[in-house]
Nanobody, 125 residues
C-alpha cells in the first residue's frame, strides 16, 4: 500500500508563501503521477499541481506562475511551493498518487486517484 504523509500548511496573509511536503512510501511502481489536490468547503476536489516520474509538471491555471511542484526522488518527498498566495487558494490540500495515463491536471480527476494523504489546511486571509 502507498502511504502519503503531508506536512506544512496553516494560516497566512495574502501575498505570503507556504511550502507543503508529502512523503511517499510503500509503492513499487516508478510511473506514479503524484501531486496536490485542493478542496474547499462544498466544492469538488480539484487538481492543483502534478508531477510525473520524469519530472514533467502541470498546474491548474489559477496557480500557474505562483506554485511550483518538485520532487526529491532520493527521499521520496514531493514539495509544493506556494508563493503570492490569494484568499481563493484557501482549502484542504491533499497529496495523491496514482498510475494514470496522462499526468496532467487537465486530463485527470480526483476520483481516478486511489492513494491519498490525510490533508492539510491552508487558509489565506
Amino acid at each position: 500500500d502507498v502511504q502519503l504523509v503531508e506536512s506544512g500548511g496553516g494560516s497566512v496573509q495574502a501575498g505570503g508563501s507556504q511550502r507543503l511536503s508529502c512523503i511517499a512510501s510503500g509503492y513499487t511502481y516508478k510511473t506514479y503521477c503524484m501531486g496536490w489536490f485542493r478542496q474547499d468547503t462544498g466544492e469538488e476536489r480539484e487538481g492543483v499541481a502534478l508531477i510525473d516520474s520524469d519530472g514533467r509538471t502541470s498546474y491548474e491555471d489559477s496557480v500557474q506562475g505562483r506554485f511550483t511542484i518538485s520532487q526529491d526522488k532520493a527521499t521520496n518527498i514531493r514539495y509544493l511551493q506556494m508563493d503570492n498566495l490569494k484568499p481563493e487558494d484557501t482549502g484542504m490540500y491533499y497529496c495523491a498518487a496514482e498510475v494514470v495515463g496522462v499526468c496532467s491536471v487537465k486530463h485527470v480527476r480526483w476520483y481516478e486517484f486511489n492513494n491519498w494523504g490525510q490533508g492539510t489546511q491552508v487558509t489565506v486571509s
